[in-house]
């Protein structure tokens, strides 16, 4: 039973040991030197250029940012790929994409802040007029309580039943 462990516990290491070790494209194998020379692969796939600070000020890595406009503002007829969201197939997205979808907040363009301002004064003055007009003319209730023989105490419940206002009753 231990010599077996033993020998599973080798293999294992072995072959992990192995599968550390080799790099990721294998210098021996099954492949073509065009496939597997290091020189080929060299020319084939050139490390990133990586701009300097003056070229690149927004550290973005020389990602094309496209301009910062709401896709609220497209076209909304024109023949877009994907037409929900007014994009093309691989468009560069911009960076601050969250808040230029179309699903952010809507941008409301039809009007400026003083007319906005205009029309918002209109409204709670108008509201108040409307408002006094109703308080000066809305008839009032009865200003003192009505008074009932008995003070319905048998129609309500008789003898100990809290009564209604009766003739004799101090004032409210």
Known sequence: MLPQRLVRASALRNTLAASRRL???QRRGFLPSQFS????????YPDPVRPSEAEDPGMN????????????FRDPYATWWDPQERRNFGE???EDNDTLAIFSPWE???TTSGPGLIMVGTFI??????????????PD??????????????ELGG???????MTGDAEP
């Open 92 to 94: 560069p997205v911009h």
């Open 37 to 44: 020379d290091k020189k080929v692969i060299d020319e084939k």
């Open 159 to 165: 003898p100990g039943a809290v009564r209604a206002r």
């Open 125 to 138: 003055a108008v509201f108040l007029s409307v408002s006094g007009v109703v308080y000066l003319n809305y």
């Open 23 to 25: 790099p990721t494209i």
């Open 141 to 154: 209730r009865v200003a003192y309580p009505r008074e009932f023989e008995n003070g319905l105490e048998r």
């Open 61 to 72: 890595g020389g990602y094309i940012n496209p301009p910062k406009i709401k896709r609220q």
């Open 108 to 110: 409301y363009t039809w």
